[in-house]
Each structure stands twice: as C-alpha cells, then as structure tokens.
C-alpha cells in the first residue's frame, strides 16, 4: 500500500493578493506531487494553497477552529470541523510531514514554531525572521525559499530525506533521482497547457496548467528535470516575407495543411490592433494580408518569443501536433481534431505509442483538443531529446533574432 505525504500550507487569513497568489501555486505544485495538502481550513492562504490544490486536481484536507463546517473554504476536498479554535494549530503541525509558511501572522508564526520545535520540517515564503530565534535539542531550524517553485521543490527534498532516514539509507544530496522528462506545451483556454513526459517517449502523461509559458516551464522542472520543451507555437519570426517551416509543414499536411496558419511578420505582432497588423504585414510580406487566426495568437507568440530571448535554460523547439501525429499514424490524419471523432483517433494514436493519459482525457472532455496536441508535442520533443525526429526545413531559417525556424516532427 502506498503511504500519502501530507504537506501543511499556513499563513495568514487576511492575506495580500501576492501571498495568495503565492499559495495558489505551492498548493497547485504541490498536488502535481500527489501529497496532501493540509490548511487550517479557512480564506487568505489556506484557501489559495486549497484552490490551486484543486486546479490540479489534488486533495486537500481543512483542519477548521470551529466545531461546524459553515466556514470551511469552498475549494477543499475534505474538512474537519476540531473545535479546537487556535489550538488546532498544534493538530495541524502535528498530522503534517512538511510545513510550507506563505506571508506572516501571529497565527503563522505559532505553526512554524511549533514545527520547529517537534522536529517537522518548515519552508518559508516571505514568511517570519526568525533568525535571531535560538535553536536547541531537537529544534529543526526553518529553511527560506525565494519562491513556491523552490519552495516545494525543497518540500519534496525533505519528504524524501525522512523516507530514506526511515529506510535507514544514506542522505547525500537529492533523496530522488528524477529521470529527464520532456514537456510538450498548446495553446487553451487561459494560457498553456502541458505534458510532462519520460524522455523514452512512453509512460504516464501528467498535465499542468499556468497562464504564461516560463511559469508552465518552471512548474515542470520542480516535477522532474527536462531535457526539451516542445511548443505548438512560431518560434523565430520572420522580418519580411513567409518562413519556409510553414510553407513545407503545409505540403507535408496535404489536405491538413489548413491548420498551419503563415506566421506573422515580427512587427505586424507589434501593432497594438489587427488593422494596424494587416498594414504592416502587407508592407512586409509583398502584398500578404494577416489572418485574423494568426494575429489571434499574438498573444501567445510574443509570450514564447520573450521566453525563449535570452536563454531560457532548457531546449526550446517548435513542433506542430498535426504533423506529430502524422508521424505517429504514417500520414496526415483524416479527421478534424475538433470532431468527437478525431479526438477518439488522436487518443488511439497516442496510446497506441504507448502513452498513458491521465484518467479524465476522453473524446467528450471539455478542451480535449489542446491536451492531447500537448501530448502529441511531448512525444516529439522526446524524439528531439532522443536524435531520432526530424525538422522542416534540414537547415533552419535565421531572422534579426538569430533562433532557428524550423518545425520538428
């Protein structure tokens, strides 16, 4: 039987916006590790870290001051109403095997000393100075993150130092050596959405949601370390003229190839308003209007492009999922993908190369569309991470901003 983590979130009721937005994504990370998250229950950031808890899909456990549930933040998986009122405080510390702080209050501060002072591990986010605070005989001192990336990657270091303390093996650096994953990123519904997948290109496919695509990146490397991050969007924009990507990514389509829509030329995405945009492309492109689908994406290509400008700090390639799957099937599929039926063949093709989807991705999901085109990314930038794909054109393009154009497959 597996044994669940539990992880505590604390902080203050009446929390900053910064702080509860800081909550929201420890608890989203956190249930992306599959522990439980744990809260005292109400608003401020027990209710952000119960909130991103569910986003993720995760569960969340409320531990209420109360002796009824009325107050109990909407967003929870499960409440208990102790009636303990701030002695629950201690209940909470003590059912926890890490303690993450967000923000600071008196009631905060109670936690993380009593944490401390019972041996359960604390980090802290903009959480008390406790510096001058001195230790003693079983006194395990709090560790500061600069962030809730670091912050639950350092959780996660500590769950798995107790389990090999416990397991009697040696703790010598990162208790778990995480295998390269490779993450395959679409476009949806409030930004991206990703697919985090073992680099052998087979396995479970675990999905994360963040509205701009360096925090989707960083969500993902607090999960494993990754090797390539293979996105469905234009990546090195062209000055004037049509990138040569699409022009073959269209040919090798066939009758697919409407879904590759022209990039826009650099400063047509500058032009605050989709007139303006035609303007310049037609001035640019030698009499080439602009798709309204493609200054549609302006938001999302200019998200990337100052990702990717300067070094991101992991492989970036642009992959188109039609022609992912083309390469998975042997050609250019024949149904749409928005269709209830190309999305019954789209999860067969993927499945069939063995990926493993998560429970919940069916052909009448709610934006199913853009999970498995993620999907479908992750299994090519695990063939880029291997050496074994292939890009239109052999020899990338280079505009003024000197990335390689080229679309991997």
């Not at 476009?187 to 675990?206: C, E, H, K, N, Q």
């Not at 190839?257 to 035609?278: C, H, I, K, N, W």
């Amino acid at each position: 039987m597996t044994v669940r983590r539990y992880v505590g979130v604390v902080g203050p009721a009446d929390a900053s916006a910064r702080q509860v937005a800081q909550a929201v994504e420890v608890g989203r990370l956190l249930a992306g590790h599959g522990v439980v998250v744990v809260t005292g229950g109400l608003d401020g950031v027990m209710g952000g870290a119960a909130r991103g808890c569910a986003e993720a899909g995760g569960t969340s456990l409320g531990l209420l001051p109360g002796a009824d549930r009325a107050g109990a933040h909407p967003s929870l998986s499960l409440s208990v109403p102790t009636g303990l009122g701030e002695m629950r405080n201690a209940l909470l510390v003590r059912c926890c095997d890490v303690v993450v702080a967000v923000g600071t209050s008196w009631g905060t501060v109670s936690e993380v000393a009593l944490a401390a002072r019972t041996g359960v591990p604390v980090v802290l986010v903009d959480g008390p100075r406790l510096d001058d605070v001195p230790g003693g005989a079983g006194v395990v001192a709090p560790v500061r993150a600069d962030g809730p990336v670091q912050a639950v990657s350092l959780a996660m270091r500590l769950l798995d130092q107790q389990e090999s303390t416990r397991a009697g093996r040696p703790v010598t650096g990162p208790a778990r050596e995480v295998a390269p994953h490779v993450l395959g990123v679409d476009g949806a519904a409030g930004g991206w959405v990703g697919a985090l997948l073992p680099v052998r290109g087979t396995g479970p496919v675990r999905l994360l949601r963040a509205p701009l695509i360096r925090t989707l990146v960083e969500e993902a490397v607090a999960l494993a370390p990754l090797a390539v991050v293979a996105v469905d969007i234009p990546i090195g924009l062209p000055d004037t003229g049509t990138r040569q990507a699409d022009v073959l990514a269209r040919r090798r389509l066939g009758k697919r190839g409407s879904s590759v829509f022209p990039t826009p030329v650099r400063d047509a995405l500058a032009a605050p308003t989709y007139a303006q945009a035609r303007q310049v492309s037609v001035a640019r492109t030698g009499g080439r209007s602009l798709a309204a689908q493609s200054y549609a994406l302006r938001r999302a290509i200019l998200d990337v492009d100052g990702f990717v400008r300067p070094d991101p700090g992991v492989r970036v390639v642009e992959v188109h999922p039609e022609l992912s799957f083309a390469a998975m099937a042997g050609g250019p599929l024949d149904s749409r993908k928005k269709d209830r039926s190309g999305a019954l063949e789209r999860i067969g093709v993927l499945t069939s190369h063995g990926l493993v989807l998560p429970d919940g991705v069916d052909a009448d999901a709610r934006g199913v569309d853009d999970v498995l085109d993620a999907a479908a990314a992750a299994w090519t930038g695990a063939r880029v991470a291997r050496g074994e794909a292939q890009r239109l054109p052999e020899e990338p393009e280079r505009f003024s901003d000197g990335i390689d154009a080229a679309i991997w497959s």
